[in-house]
């Protein structure tokens, strides 16, 4: 099983939710899905951060 980010598991529940038409896909959708993105990508760069750190210390 893939380990995946809090932001990114959110995202693909909204997919599905959309894919399922229980939302429609409009632009506070698209808004959220933005912000979602944006999140990962500062979660994956902390995530890295920090496996540098605990690397250099070893």
Known sequence: MQNF????????????????????H????EDVMQRLSDLNDKVQTIKEKAREKRLSRS
Request: net charge negative.
């Open 5 to 24: 980010s809090l932001p990114i598991v959110l995202k693909l529940a909204l997919e599905q939710h959309v894919a399922e038409a229980d939302i429609s």
């Open 26 to 29: 409009d632009e506070e959708l």
